[in-house]
């Protein structure tokens, strides 16, 4: 074979096998909410403020997102938010059905706590919404932290039936005293653990939100562990700023390895605020789950 013919044919070979690897190459992705190992819920009291709801469910979508989560289910149009979902076939992860005020820790409130629940499992039965946040409440005037935990159990055991019969998870989620919640009255995991062990129900577990626990008690994966049989939704948020992962001190991608490794299958809440806007924060959210 000649020179010329050797080259002639080798520039045709190194051509079709640039054209068969550029055929075979995935576009580059523009939805940064198809991420590698866990699905996230992207909390829409957070991201894409200012519009009405129903728009940042379709904002969510064009990101990519499969779920979306908010805060009370009270004061939303949800005939809007639902045909959203139904456009889009985003869910709905989880929403808050009770939050500080009044109280789960005061007895004087039950009647209405019991109530609540009821109609917000109805509504999450109506969204087919699998699990509903719920607050254990501030510091009680007179009332000792063993007291008002006492009362916080006595309350959810009560709820517990309800919360079985619609096949809704209540989850209860511990704040953190030193930055968002001073004189709320349940914090960290140890008595959140205690609390649901207690009512022992399948039905109901913890919010278990890993900003709030970081600021609590640090060692994530640690306590995740020890924990783990009363998780029954993962929240985040990065600190110091409640961003997005990958904007602070948290690594992120250590504890989405620990999740996958205890077996979390459900969503993670976004619950935080994007710091340079919500397409940025997708995609440091996709950095931090690519593992």
Same mark, same amino acid.
Not at 76 to 93: F, P, Q, S
Not at 97 to 105: A, C, R, S
């Given at each position: 074979m000649s020179s010329r013919s050797f080259l002639g044919t080798a520039c045709l070979v190194l051509a079709a096998t640039f054209m068969l690897g550029f055929q075979e190459s995935p576009a580059v992705d523009d939805k940064p909410g198809r991420t590698a190992n866990t699905e996230f819920a992207i909390n829409i009291e957070m991201?894409?403020?200012?519009?009405?709801?129903?728009?940042?469910?379709?904002?969510?979508?064009?990101?990519?997102?499969?779920?979306?989560?908010?805060?009370?289910?009270?004061?939303?149009?949800?005939?809007?938010?639902?045909?959203?979902?139904?456009?889009? *076939?985003?869910?709905?992860?989880?929403?808050?059905?009770?939050?500080?005020? &009044? $109280?789960? #820790?005061? /007895?004087? %409130?039950?009647?209405?706590f019991l109530k609540e629940i009821e109609e917000a499992c109805k509504v999450a039965d109506e969204l087919d919404v699998p699990m509903m946040t719920v607050v254990a409440g501030n510091d009680q005037p007179g009332m000792s932290q063993e007291q008002m935990h006492q009362n916080v159990i006595d309350a959810l055991k009560e709820a517990a039936p309800i919360a079985e019969k619609y096949g809704v998870m209540l989850i209860l989620e511990p704040m953190n005293i030193r930055v968002d919640h001073k004189g709320h009255c349940l914090y960290g995991s140890p008595d959140a653990v205690r609390i649901c062990r207690e009512v022992d129900s399948p039905?109901?577990?913890?919010?278990?939100?890993?900003?709030?626990?970081?600021?609590?008690?640090?060692?994530?994966?640690?306590?995740?562990?020890? *924990?783990?049989?009363?998780?029954?939704?993962?929240?985040?948020?990065?600190? &110091? $700023?409640? #961003?997005? /992962?990958? %904007?602070?001190?948290?690594?992120?991608?250590?504890?989405?390895q620990e999740l996958k490794k205890l077996g979390y299958d459900k969503p993670v809440g976004c619950e935080c605020n994007p710091r340079e806007g919500e397409r940025k924060a997708a995609e440091r959210i996709r950095k931090a789950d690519d593992f």
């Open positions: 991201w894409f403020r200012g519009m009405p709801y129903e728009q940042r469910i379709h904002k969510v979508h064009e990101l990519g997102y499969k779920w979306v989560e908010f805060w009370p289910w009270r004061g939303k149009d949800l005939e809007a938010i639902k045909k959203a979902c139904n456009d889009t *076939g985003v869910r709905i992860a989880q929403f808050t059905g009770w939050g500080f005020v &009044p $109280g789960m #820790n005061n /007895p004087a %409130t039950r009647k209405a039905m109901v577990k913890i919010n278990w939100d890993l900003y709030h626990m970081q600021i609590s008690e640090g060692d994530l994966c640690g306590r995740l562990r020890d *924990g783990f049989d009363q998780v029954g939704y993962i929240q985040l948020a990065d600190h &110091p $700023g409640r #961003n997005e /992962p990958g %904007t602070g001190e948290i690594n992120y991608t250590r504890v989405f």
